[in-house]
Every structure is written in structure tokens, then in C-alpha cells.
């Protein structure tokens, strides 16, 4: 026959008197400290979360549409999630550019005097090999990335106009609403400095040709001057600082 033993343990932690009164002696180790789990503390929930203006910025174009399932009945929410998301696709359509295209002959009535009546169009008239057509060309690249839904198009000179003089590169020709606007010949018509600001100031002169998309394109002529003339300003100061931090440290 089998002998079975049971061992019965106390809850973890308790003690008899018996061993309270041994321990006081010496004769058994100090009692263990009860067992206590950490804390639970749930994960945060991000339905959960308390939701603003700042909780909808954040969100990418997919992420409101998938959105609106979430929102249940608050309404500010809701308005303020159809206001983002049309102003996000308000900005895509308006930035439509943003770099110089190039263009062949055969594709400058499409687009040049095809493009839209909102739309003015910067065309430069250029050959490669020569040095001012290379430091026009980078003032443009520049305003072309400051004013995306400005058109900016280049063209070999003589893709556009058949024998074209090489002594009149480059030439800048504006168009809008499908006609010449404005027409600049060489270099010099930019300045002794040929600087991105020089160059978006001789191509306002007459019409607000360059747009950066934020104005709804109803800026006018003042505006888009002031803001280039400020621009000026912010890179003269910036040079000079620079001019400045150079020499101290010779």
C-alpha cells in the first residue's frame, strides 16, 4: 500500500507565531516581502484619445478618408476633417510645375499657346555651350521651384525659331492666354548681377507672372514684387552675415 504525503502551505507571505517569535530570536531568516504583481495599466487606446484640430493635421490625405467611420457625431470634427482635406487637394492641384520643363518644337503650340488662360508661361530660348544661357538658366530653376504653378519651358533656340541669331541667347518670351506678353533678349536685360530676384523682378514688370500657388491666383503685380523684393533683402543680409562669419574666422 502506497504511502501519500501532503504538504500544506501557508498563503505566501503569512507566518505563525511560532516562526515570528524565532525569527525575533535569530534562529530563522527574516520573512520574505508578500508578493505584489506590478500595476495593470492598460494600452492606450488611439480611438480612445481625445481628438482636436492638432489630432486631424497630422493625418495624410488616405488616412482622412478612411476617417470619417471614427468621427460618430462630432460634428466639429467632421467639418474640420472635409476643411483639411479639401485645402490638401486644393494645394496638389494648385502646385502644378515646379520645374523647368523642356520642350521641342513640335510641342510648344500644345504647351505654350495652349495652355491655360490662368496659367502664364516663361519660355527660355537657349543652346548649350553657352555660359549665359547656363547662368540664366539657373536663376530660373530656382523661381521655377518658388513659383510651381508658374510654367516654366526651355527650348533650343533654333527648335523655336529657324535661324535664330546665337547673339540674341538667351531670350526669355512670356506668354498668357496664348500671346506674347512680354520678350527679354540677352543677358544684360537681367542686370550686371544676374541673381533669381533681378530676374523675378524683370519678369513682373508689366503682369504678375510669377505664382506660388498661394495666393489663389489672384495676387496681383504689387504683391508678387513686394514678396520678391523681400526675398532680396533676406538673401543680401544672408550673404552679408555670411561675408561676415568668413572674415572673422581668417
Excluded at 52 to 72: A, G, V
Excluded at 165 to 184: E, I, Q, S
Excluded at 211 to 235: A, K
Amino acid at each position: 500500500m502506497a504511502d501519500y504525503h501532503f504538504v500544506y502551505k501557508d498563503v505566501e507571505g503569512s507566518s505563525t507565531q511560532w516562526d515570528d517569535i524565532q525569527r525575533k530570536l535569530g534562529n530563522l531568516p527574516p520573512k520574505p516581502p508578500a508578493f505584489k504583481p506590478d500595476p495593470f495599466t492598460p494600452k492606450e487606446d488611439e480611438q480612445s484619445k481625445p481628438k482636436d484640430k492638432n489630432w486631424i493635421d497630422h493625418k495624410t490625405e488616405e488616412e482622412l478618408e478612411d476617417l470619417e467611420d471614427h468621427l460618430d457625431d462630432d460634428r466639429f470634427l467632421i467639418e474640420y476633417r472635409r476643411h483639411r482635406l479639401a485645402e490638401m487637394k486644393r494645394v496638389l492641384k494648385v502646385a502644378k510645375f515646379g520645374s523647368i520643363i523642356p520642350i521641342s518644337g513640335s510641342d510648344f503650340v500644345r504647351e505654350v499657346s495652349q495652355a491655360p488662360s490662368d496659367v502664364w508661361v516663361v519660355v527660355v530660348l537657349y543652346k548649350d555651350g553657352f555660359p549665359e544661357c547656363g547662368v540664366l538658366m539657373q536663376c530660373m530653376e530656382e523661381l521655377a521651384t518658388m513659383y510651381p504653378s508658374t510654367k516654366f519651358v526651355k527650348i533650343v533656340s533654333t527648335d523655336c525659331i529657324p535661324n535664330y541669331p546665337d547673339c540674341n541667347l538667351p531670350t526669355v518670351l512670356v506668354y498668357n492666354n496664348g500671346a506674347v506678353k512680354a520678350n527679354h533678349v540677352g543677358l544684360h536685360t537681367f542686370g550686371r548681377r544676374c541673381t533669381p530676384e533681378g530676374v523675378a523682378l524683370v519678369l513682373c514688370q508689366s503682369d504678375p507672372v510669377l505664382n506660388d500657388g498661394q495666393s489663389g491666383g489672384e495676387g496681383s503685380r504689387e504683391d508678387v514684387l513686394e514678396g520678391v523684393r523681400r526675398r532680396f533683402i533676406e538673401n543680401v543680409i544672408t550673404q552679408h552675415e555670411d561675408d561676415d562669419d568668413g572674415s572673422a574666422s581668417d
